[in-house]
């Protein structure tokens, strides 16, 4: 039977703890990745978390494995990462993804712009 991006969203979001801009302020400090999923254009254009890995949502399956030629040594099953896109739906799948691939600590913060409302820091890539 086929499924829904609605139905895939609402098992992500049910999967992947959703966290906010000051949780995700503490947990960075403590060492957490900071993951942007958004495309490189996305990026350039309105900057990212400052520290922040950009691998976009289509290329995180080939980065997130360690056994693909593509696998960025970043990015490990032990290391907490919190997610973030444009708006949550992408950041919130590719949350469930990592799951499903085995890492353990996996949150999602949601929208850029969510954290910048939050006053959130910023850099330009």
Same mark, same amino acid.
């Not at 039977?1 to 947990?27: D, F, H, R, T």
């Not at 520290?51 to 907490?80: C, Q, V, W």
């Given at each position: ?7 895939m969203?609402?098992?992500?979001? &049910?999967? #992947?703890?959703?966290?906010?801009? +000051?949780?995700?302020k $503490?947990m960075? @400090? /403590?060492? &957490?990745? #900071?993951?942007d999923?958004?495309? +490189?254009?996305?990026? $350039?254009k309105? @900057? /990212? ?5 950009n ?11 360690p ?7 970043t990015?490990a ?10 708006s ?24 850029f712009k969510?954290?910048?409302d939050?006053g ?6």
């Amino acid at each position: 039977m086929a499924i829904s991006v609605k139905q895939m969203l609402e098992a992500a979001n &049910a999967a #992947v703890p959703k966290i906010s801009p +000051a949780q995700a302020k $503490e947990m960075i @400090g /403590k060492g &957490a990745l #900071v993951l942007d999923v958004r495309d +490189a254009p996305e990026v $350039e254009k309105s @900057g /990212k978390i400052p520290g922040a890995l950009n691998i976009s949502r289509g290329m995180l399956e080939f980065r997130a494995d360690p056994d693909s030629p593509y696998h960025d040594k970043t990015l490990a099953r032990d290391k907490t990462v919190i997610l973030y896109c444009a708006s949550g739906g992408r950041s919130a799948l590719a949350g469930k993804l990592l799951q499903d691939m085995g890492y353990g600590h996996v949150y999602n913060v949601g929208g850029f712009k969510d954290w910048v409302d939050a006053g959130g820091a910023t850099e330009k890539t």
